[in-house]
């Protein structure tokens, strides 16, 4: 069987400021086909080919990602992603991510879109995990891309728990109507036992218990 080699370009960016104009993704649309995914069907990835090259520029600060491709940072917490368009110039924006593994996914569907098996993908399994539009629209693509990225979005682990684990009060004075039943507990621990009237120690037989408490006469 012959075996092919995929060659995964480089990102030979534009030096300059990204486009302003952030397409928001719309929500996911029922009526979306995209292309099926053959099961023998394989592409390169970032992991099985060269290391990315420095940037030649060095008047600016470094924004690519160090591993994913098409994913660039932005005003320092912002990932965002773009594609060239096969054989132009032109390039097709696919928005801005919260994290860099969501641009990294809108990328490989866009790529996929655009190269087919020449793609070069940032996971392996975005071919059989991700839906490829059918079309090279740039609309179709950028939808696609915002599908892509929402389905990696990562969940909140910052919430608070459950109302049944928090801890449990119960405020006993009101329960019981007395307001005032913690501060009298308290000072009735303050005063003397009351006095054993009727007993003497003379009256006390030899065998008695006596008591530990010492009464103030």
Known sequence: ??????YCESDDYVAGELPDNNWSPSSPSNNFTGRAISEGETYATVATSSPKRRAGRRKFRE????????VRRRNGEKWVCEVREPNKKSRIWLGTFPTPEMAARAHDVAAMALRGRSACLNFADSASL??????????EIQRAAAEAAEAFRPTP???MKCSDELPFYMDEEAELGMPALLANMAEGMLLSPPHMSGSSWDEMESDADVSLWSYSI
């Open 157 to 159: 682990t910052s919430e």
């Open 130 to 139: 991700l839906a490829v539009p059918s079309s090279t629209d740039a609309k």
């Open 1 to 6: 069987m012959e075996s092919k080699s995929f």
């Open 63 to 70: 924004t690519r990602h160090p591993v994913y491709k098409g």
